[in-house]
Every structure is written in structure tokens, then in C-alpha cells.
């Protein structure tokens, strides 16, 4: 029987066979630790279908597979795809695309799987260079109830983060506006090769009930973006900028209530909704 991909000795194997080594271009740690995996795997919701973006050399996939009914991962790295193809070949419920996630017709991906599968949740190791953008993407799909991601641990921190704290930012609001987070657990540094200077942890989002249509988010998320694009600046110059209007920003910002020389960075969820209404 063959050795699990997220044993130190078969990624060791694996990496010599196909002469590899981690590209910090791409961001590739890959996953040295089973029971880490397999604790990720199971508590993914991933049973139905199961998106994975970066699967590196297979690692966390392999475990998805064992637990899902489908899962299509998302390769950037063309010299992974034969090492995938071979790691892999065991499994007849994985489909890996070459293709940069953050380019996908990802509605197109997520009706397709739905309607074949019943439900789709995601689950990957991101790399940290496109972390914000990739769980950007996917806040915006509406079928995707859970998402289940190890990213480094100031980027978890900054899914906590309150009003005034230095980590809040725009993915702070988007993320507690549409989901309950918890932290799963922490990934020390040695469970990677090549080993990272700092901790992970895994996140795990689980959407909340929503009565605003796909659009209506989207907009929303724009102007909260909008708010949080020069930090230092106020909330003023951002809204005058995106509103191309200073005197339209002034109007909106006394309408919501919210005083013209606070930054974003102190803002509540509350007050950019209520910002969002009044510019409807």
C-alpha cells in the first residue's frame, strides 16, 4: 500500500522523482503532515463537490478525494500537472485544470457542480501572494456555503479584526458580513517543506442566510473596497474619489451619519451598509 502524498518521505520521494523544488514565485509549501491534512479534509464540509485551488503535488487532494464525491482543483504551475496525473492516479473522482483560479468562470464551475453534486464547498492551502484576491473571488459566489482555507496566520488574524484594530480591512468586513468564522486550528511552520518563517492557521467560513441578490453584494463590496484603497486617507477623499463627486460624498457621508475625517479603518459593517443605502 502506498505511503499517503502528505508523508514526509513520499513528498521527499515524489519531489526527487520529478527533480522538484518549490517555486517562490507560485508560493508552493507543500504539506508535510497527515494528520493535519486529514483533520482538514474532514472538517471541510467537502463530501458533495470540493473546489481545491494551488493542490501543489497532491497532498491535500488526495485526502478531499477520500472524502468527497468530486473534486476539481485549480493547477497554475504547468510542471505539476504530470506530477499530479501520476501522485493522483488512484483516484478517479479528481479533475485538475491548469489554469489560474483567480480567471475562472468560477459561477460556470459552481452551477455545474451544484447541479451534479448538490453542494459545493472549497477547501485549500492558498498561497499567501493571492490569499485576498482568491477568497474575494469566492465570497461572491452565493452556492459556496463553506470555505475552508489554511492561510498565514496574520491573514487569519485580520478576519477577526474590529473596528480601530490595525488589522481591519476591507476582507474583514467582507468576510463578517457574509460568513460566521472560526478558527479551526493552528499549522506550525515545520508541518510545511520547505518550512515558512511563520505559523498558518486554518479558517473555516460558513455562510450566513442572506436576503441580497449576488449584485447587491458585489456593489456593496466595490464601495467597501473603495473605502479601505488609500487607508491613511479619510473616508472623505476615498468617497470623493470613487464617487468622482466631492459634493455627492459630503451629501452621502452627513445622510449615513458618519463623519467626514474618520477613516474607513473605523468604520462598523453597520456604518458602511448604512453608507451603501444611502448611495442606492
Same mark, same amino acid.
Given at each position: 500500500?502506498?505511503?499517503?502524498?502528505?508523508? @514526509?518521505?513520499?513528498? !521527499?520521494?515524489?519531489?526527487?522523482?520529478?527533480?522538484?523544488?518549490?517555486?517562490?514565485?507560485?508560493?508552493?509549501?507543500?504539506?508535510?503532515? @497527515?494528520?493535519?491534512?486529514?483533520?482538514? $479534509?474532514?472538517?471541510?464540509?467537502?463530501?458533495?463537490?470540493?473546489?481545491?485551488?494551488?493542490?501543489?503535488?497532491?497532498?491535500?487532494?488526495? $485526502?478531499?478525494?477520500?472524502?468527497? !464525491?468530486?473534486? *476539481?482543483? /485549480?493547477?497554475?504551475?504547468?510542471?505539476?500537472?504530470?506530477?499530479?496525473?501520476?501522485?493522483?492516479?488512484?483516484?478517479?473522482?479528481?479533475?485538475?485544470?491548469?489554469?489560474?483560479?483567480?480567471?475562472?468562470?468560477?459561477?460556470?464551475?459552481?452551477?455545474?457542480?451544484?447541479?451534479?453534486?448538490?453542494?459545493?464547498?472549497?477547501?485549500?492551502?492558498?498561497?499567501?501572494? *493571492?490569499?485576498?484576491?482568491?477568497?474575494?473571488?469566492?465570497?461572491?459566489?452565493?452556492?459556496?456555503?463553506?470555505?475552508?482555507?489554511?492561510?498565514? !496566520?496574520?491573514?487569519?488574524?485580520?478576519? $477577526?479584526?474590529?473596528?480601530?484594530?490595525?488589522?481591519?480591512?476591507?476582507?474583514?468586513?467582507?468576510?463578517?458580513?457574509? /460568513?460566521?468564522? !472560526?478558527?479551526?486550528?493552528?499549522?506550525?511552520?515545520?508541518?510545511?517543506?520547505?518550512?515558512? $518563517?511563520?505559523?498558518?492557521?486554518?479558517?473555516? /467560513?460558513?455562510?450566513?442566510?442572506?436576503?441580497?441578490?449576488? &449584485?447587491?453584494?458585489?456593489?456593496?463590496?466595490?464601495?467597501?473596497?473603495?473605502?479601505?484603497?488609500?487607508?491613511?486617507?479619510?473616508?472623505? +477623499?476615498?468617497?470623493?474619489?470613487?464617487?468622482?463627486?466631492?459634493?455627492?460624498?459630503?451629501?452621502?457621508?452627513?445622510?449615513?451619519?458618519? @463623519?467626514? +475625517?474618520?477613516?474607513? &479603518?473605523?468604520?462598523? *459593517?453597520?456604518?458602511?451598509?448604512?453608507?451603501?443605502?444611502?448611495? &442606492?
Amino acid at each position: 500500500m502506498k505511503k499517503l502524498i502528505s508523508t @514526509p518521505s513520499r513528498t !521527499k520521494k515524489i519531489l526527487d522523482q520529478f527533480n522538484l523544488r518549490a517555486k517562490k514565485g507560485f508560493g508552493q509549501n507543500f504539506l508535510v503532515d @497527515p494528520v493535519i491534512v486529514e483533520k482538514c $479534509a474532514s472538517m471541510a464540509h467537502a463530501e458533495s463537490a470540493v473546489i481545491e485551488i494551488g493542490p501543489g503535488i497532491g497532498s491535500l487532494t488526495e $485526502a478531499l478525494c477520500m472524502h468527497a !464525491k468530486k473534486v *476539481i482543483a /485549480f493547477e497554475v504551475d504547468k510542471d505539476l500537472m504530470n506530477v499530479l496525473a501520476d501522485t493522483l492516479s488512484d483516484y478517479d473522482n479528481v479533475e485538475v485544470i491548469l489554469q489560474d483560479f483567480l480567471e475562472c468562470d468560477l459561477e460556470q464551475v459552481v452551477t455545474d457542480l451544484k447541479q451534479q453534486y448538490g453542494s459545493v464547498s472549497v477547501c485549500a492551502n492558498l498561497p499567501y501572494y *493571492i490569499t485576498t484576491p482568491v477568497l474575494f473571488k469566492i465570497f461572491e459566489n452565493l452556492d459556496i456555503s463553506y470555505i475552508t482555507v489554511m492561510v498565514q !496566520k496574520e491573514v487569519g488574524d485580520r478576519f $477577526a479584526a474590529k473596528p480601530n484594530d490595525t488589522e481591519y480591512s476591507a476582507l474583514s468586513v467582507e468576510g463578517q458580513y457574509l /460568513f460566521d468564522i !472560526k478558527k479551526l486550528f493552528t499549522v506550525p511552520g515545520r508541518s510545511f517543506n520547505p518550512s515558512p $518563517a511563520v505559523d498558518s492557521v486554518i479558517i473555516q /467560513f460558513s455562510r450566513k442566510e442572506n436576503d441580497k441578490s449576488n &449584485q447587491e453584494i458585489q456593489n456593496f463590496f466595490t464601495l467597501v473596497r473603495a473605502c479601505f484603497k488609500q487607508r491613511r486617507k479619510t473616508i472623505y +477623499n476615498n468617497l470623493k474619489e470613487y464617487l468622482q463627486d466631492g459634493q455627492l460624498a459630503t451629501q452621502a457621508l452627513e445622510k449615513a451619519e458618519i @463623519p467626514s +475625517n474618520k477613516r474607513a &479603518q473605523q468604520l462598523s *459593517i453597520e456604518e458602511l451598509e448604512r453608507l451603501f443605502e444611502v448611495l &442606492q
